[in-house]
DNA sequence: TTAGAAAATTTAAACGGTTAAATATTATCT
DNA sequence: AGATAATATTTAACCGTTTAAATTTTCTAA
């Protein structure tokens, strides 16, 4: 390995003057200057970020830190993450959780090992507010992205899951419905609580009622939603709803597939709208009416607050961002209530 | 932050005793040892990473090469390594290149500036050779994992697209099919290589003609797949193949959409094979018949091989690992020809 | 009791950079 | 020319660990 010292003797100056030379951070004459960048050259130089990372105390590596890259939700906000990053010059490393306690843990140690600069949060569930309340007392960098936990005082970035719900809610009683179901997802997201608490008030403000048997809880998972839908198709048509909100895409699949087995259509004897809107909503054989959510965009805005806020001296309150989010209408979700 | 020398000032002890206790390196008396586990547990000490790679000269953490995190390709095979990594003890960082070449230069500058200690490169393409060769001359730990190159004398973990390309040719061969398309993908990889070369070999083993106008090249690509499937769809039955092997499930759907669209039936008048065997082949709505590639494992075994390579002082001949594909037979291959 | 060996502990030198402070060099002014 | 100021360069401390080597302490046996 060759190393600042193995220049500094190749061109016949101090380790010093090699620094200022690669850092721009003192002038240095025009001869030595070239010296300098000639071994570098010749020897094929290149700093050693660990030795740099503990001088200045940082490491310039952000975590991510979010319960499964293979839920199709989230390797869009990795990405708009590493993309952010990168721009600014940090790397990323990814933490699964798996949703496992001890897994939580790992990622909250990376940041006191002094092995990532901040933490990008996107897989926030109740039980961590401990946790990350230590971590941010202790003034490391913190930021919660697409969840985020009531109580905690820390940047964060999410969807607006309410305006989502109320766009989803609305379109359906444009179209007609009026007995409108919610498949909602696993209970200690702020994400499952607000598009639940959405709902509830977009359609008490539109004057129609919340029939608890229709409020579903599915886990978002695809095999419970199937299993729920189809226990709703077994009932007669007037007990039935005409319309389904679902929490995530692959439950409105699992209601869909449901639906359909048991020999009934989509979207003439169940509308449905997903949330989400992964890639296979838009394919010709699904055709899913579903929210968008800037997953990128998220992940994008998480980074660079982060970074911003690492590379800031000063403190500052902590802020939100919510983006919006955008109803996409295809096939599922009909032109309205027949029969 | 609380230091190895605080926790030496608060039990009364050198920062060497510290270290031994810490890592269990030297004996220490008890009561040394007691006192030093109780400052640590009293400060809530945890020793710095980053000092401790500059002393070992490593830094515990991967760097995973790949192209698209979005790809739905890609986060099985990351989860593999992440997987793998964290059971050793590592970490890993994400590198997306999105194919461009400046970003393969900074994934390759992350291991000469040690940020990594090795690098998985899922992404690997001919014109990267030069680059790597040049990494693996100067001893970096590198592993490509999916996608090998010729000529790179380097551990890689693939799967057996050859024995992929030849069961799904061989099935469509037992349910007397003759007229066989294949639908290929990106030309440079060696994985569009081999399950072409299988292809054409297993049809001419089988003494089946191949027919140049049904080698599509769709580059993997949904849209470039639907316009070549609508293409052959105009063409009178007799000029048509009447299956078709697919280089992946986007191309696969791309096929399947394009002969619904023009009024054909999936498998009735086409029958289709996928490759990668995606989530989305398994719903209820789709049913695509697919080429089942162990991602996962690859991305794992790809880490554990690195992860030995690091660890072991001696050098060993570069090995190759190759993967059991598997067909998972669905609806989209159909039950045989008929007309 | 004490020399010598063994065991426990500490000192200090790395690891590879950055940077404040000290020093050397050059320029400026009387 | 000599004093002073300005500029260029180097020295050395530091970041937080680990660990070989030096030192101190304890044990053993004559």
Redesign the interface.
């Known amino acids: 390995?060759v190393t600042i010292k193995d220049i500094a003797k190749h061109a016949g100056v101090s380790v010093a003057t090699v620094s200022y030379v690669l850092n721009n951070t003192r002038y240095v004459s025009p001869q030595r200057r070239e010296r300098v960048l000639q071994a570098v050259e010749e020897l094929n130089y290149?700093?050693?970020?660990?030795?740099r990372?503990?001088r200045a105390?940082n490491?310039k590596?952000l975590g991510?830190v979010l319960s499964?890259?293979?839920n199709?939700f989230?390797?869009?906000l990795?990405?708009g993450c590493?993309?952010a990053a990168?721009a600014a010059g940090f790397?990323?490393?990814?933490?699964?959780t798996n949703e496992q306690r001890e897994?939580i843990i790992?990622a909250v140690?990376?940041i006191?090992?002094?092995?990532v600069d901040g933490l990008i949060i996107a897989s926030a569930v109740k039980q961590d507010l401990g946790i990350l309340q230590e971590l941010v007392l202790e003034g490391y960098p913190i930021v919660l992205a697409h969840r985020r936990i009531q109580d905690l005082q820390v940047d964060s970035v999410v969807a607006d899951n309410f305006q989502g719900v109320t766009s989803a809610v609305r379109y359906f009683i444009s179209l007609g419905h009026t007995r409108i179901a919610m498949f909602t997802g696993v209970d200690e997201t702020s994400v499952n609580m607000e598009r639940k608490e959405g709902f509830i008030k977009a359609m008490t403000d539109a004057g129609l009622p919340i029939r608890q048997e229709w409020m579903c809880n599915t886990l978002g998972d695809y095999q419970l939603a199937y299993n729920a839908s189809a226990n709703l198709m077994r009932l007669p048509w007037e007990e039935r709803p005409t319309a389904v909100v679902c929490m995530n895409d692959m439950v409105a699949?699992g209601v869909?597939?449901a639906v359909?087995?048991r020999g009934y259509q989509v979207p003439a004897d169940m509308a449905v709208i997903g949330f989400d809107d992964l890639?296979?909503a838009g394919?010709?054989?699904?055709q899913l009416t579903s929210v968008r959510i800037p997953r990128y965009e998220i992940g994008q805005q998480a980074a660079r607050l982060i970074i911003d806020r690492i590379q800031r001296t000063k403190t500052m309150e902590p802020m939100e961002i919510v983006l919006p989010t955008q109803l996409v209408v295809r096939k599922t979700s009909g032109d309205g209530i027949y029969r």
């Not at 394919?283 to 699904?286: L, V, Y």
């Open positions: 390995m290149v700093p050693n970020a660990v030795a990372g503990l105390r490491t590596t991510l499964d890259i293979t199709p989230f390797p869009d990795a990405k590493e993309d990168q790397s990323l490393v990814m933490l699964n897994r790992n140690l990376q006191r090992e002094g092995k699949l869909m597939d359909e087995d890639f296979f394919t010709q054989r699904i």
